[in-house]
């Protein structure tokens, strides 16, 4: 598409400072994201904690983040505009900000936006192991789709009986399924 897509490099898929705070009040920040220099994935995805007290998490100054889904690959987010003209001028000047590849859905269509880690193909992030987002092994690559733009880029996913963070190593834990209700009737293994 253009320049902008063309970085991919900047992801990193180990924070490169540890124990970095995940807290920000009552809103957790898992990695990709993280609230220090060195504990999120890429530049982008670095959050201010603003306030701990009311859980102020800043995505910049016109946007908070509300809440971060690493499963559903889903970020929360609300702006402090009224004005949709404003909100649209200040969202594109903050996607293409930076040099770095736009990686959020349809930004304007909802309060929860989809994000993806690089603008990679699964197959093109997986031949790249150096920076491969996907580092829990039981883990998998999924696309990520724009309704406006198309093919946006990918993110991960714990494989099915598996929950946690497909972004972290041994992220993804096994799920009990005899422990959750479940419709059938017999002996669970």
């Known amino acids: 598409k253009n320049e902008l897509f063309s970085n991919h490099t900047s992801y990193n898929p180990r924070p490169e400072k540890h124990n970095c705070a995940r807290q920000c009040g009552t809103i957790t920040v898992p990695f990709p994201f993280g609230l220090e220099e060195g504990c999120s994935a890429r530049k982008r995805f670095q959050l201010n904690c603003s306030d701990k007290t009311n859980s102020v998490l800043k995505f910049n100054d016109y946007f ?17 505009s009224s004005l949709e003209e404003q909100l649209f001028n200040i969202m594109m000047e903050m996607m293409t900000s930076d040099n770095e590849p736009d990686l959020f859905v349809d930004p304007l269509e909802s309060v929860s ?3 993806a880690v690089a603008n990679l193909t699964c197959q093109e992030a997986q031949h790249n192991t150096s920076g491969y987002a996907c580092v829990s ?46 419709p059938c009737t017999g002996i669970c293994i």
């Open 137 to 182: 092994t039981s883990s998998s690559c999924l696309n990520v789709l724009s309704s406006m733009d198309g093919y946006v880029g990918y993110r991960c996913s714990c494989l099915p009986g598996y929950r946690g963070n497909p972004y972290i190593l041994d992220g993804c834990e096994d799920i009990d399924e005899c422990q959750d209700a479940h």
């Open 113 to 115: 936006v989809q994000w």
């Open 64 to 80: 908070q983040v509300t809440y971060i889904n690493v499963s559903e690959g889903l970020l929360g987010i609300k702006h402090n």
